[in-house]
């Protein structure tokens, strides 16, 4: 069975520090892979997607990057965080045509 | 611009107490619908995807329901355990070969009483 980890689970970070987010998948092969926020009383805000290694789209243009240097590899990244980059952090992943989208377990971040 | 509004915002049950969640979209055409169930703090855990009118869906204590324009997450006889937020998202059939994200509304905040 398919199984999304993210980590860390919480961080805080003060503004202008660097940011690294990880994703890993286990159990598929070139899952399309999804970065999102969550933002208290707002839907979930897609940032960034990923079709294959290398492959990365932009949805919000902002201070965060991501890059995929593995097939089941997903990062997230900042130089310097905002005060507004505060939020829930999630990765999903999708088996391609079936559409349907799996969540990790999430990052809290506040940055003070 | 696609649209998932959800209803109610927040809604409380007794223990038993049977009820539905709506979710009305507005989207040029319909690839498929997804529920998840978030609990605080957590990742959204899938529930249900509908791809057509008329499709129904069930687990457990819910069964989830789409309509051309709306979808409905029916609750029976809820148990404590079935409080969380529930999401809803719509995605959209491709449109000249490019990827169409995922719309997600805010959710409808569950709690049940014992």
């Known amino acids: 069975s398919q199984t999304i980890h993210q980590w860390p689970a919480t961080l805080v970070q003060p503004v202008g520090s660097p940011l690294s987010l990880e994703c890993t998948v286990e159990?598929?092969?070139?899952?399309?892979l999804y970065w999102y926020r969550q933002a208290a009383g707002r839907g979930l805000q897609l940032l960034f997607y990923?079709?294959?290694?290398?492959?990365i789209s932009s949805e919000v243009p902002q201070n965060l990057s991501a890059s995929r240097p593995q097939d089941r590899q997903f990062i997230l990244s900042s130089k310097k965080l905002l005060l507004s980059d505060s939020g829930f952090y999630l990765c999903?992943?999708?088996?391609?045509?079936?559409?349907?989208?799996?969540f990790g377990p999430g990052t809290r971040l506040t940055v003070l | 611009e696609d649209q998932v509004t959800q209803s109610p915002e927040a809604l409380r049950l007794q223990e038993g107490e049977s009820s539905s969640l709506n979710c009305s979209y507005t989207?040029?055409?319909?690839?498929?619908l997804f529920w998840y169930r978030q609990d605080p703090g957590k990742g959204p855990e899938f529930l249900f995807t509908?791809?057509?009118a008329g499709e129904e869906k069930e687990k457990e204590r819910l069964k989830a329901t789409l309509t051309k324009k709306e979808s409905f997450l029916h609750i029976t006889a809820p148990k404590p355990e079935d409080s969380a937020t529930y999401l809803c998202?719509?995605?959209?059939?491709?449109?000249?070969?490019?990827?169409?994200?995922?719309?997600f509304g805010i959710g409808t905040k569950l709690q049940v009483i014992p």
């Open positions: 990923s079709v294959g290694i290398g492959q």
């Open positions: 159990g598929t092969s070139n899952p399309n």
């Open positions: 998202a719509v995605h959209p059939r491709t449109r000249s070969g490019g990827y169409q994200k995922v719309t």
């Open positions: 999903a992943w999708e088996a391609g045509l079936r559409d349907t989208q799996y």
């Open positions: 509908l791809y057509s």
């Open positions: 989207v040029s055409g319909l690839r498929g």
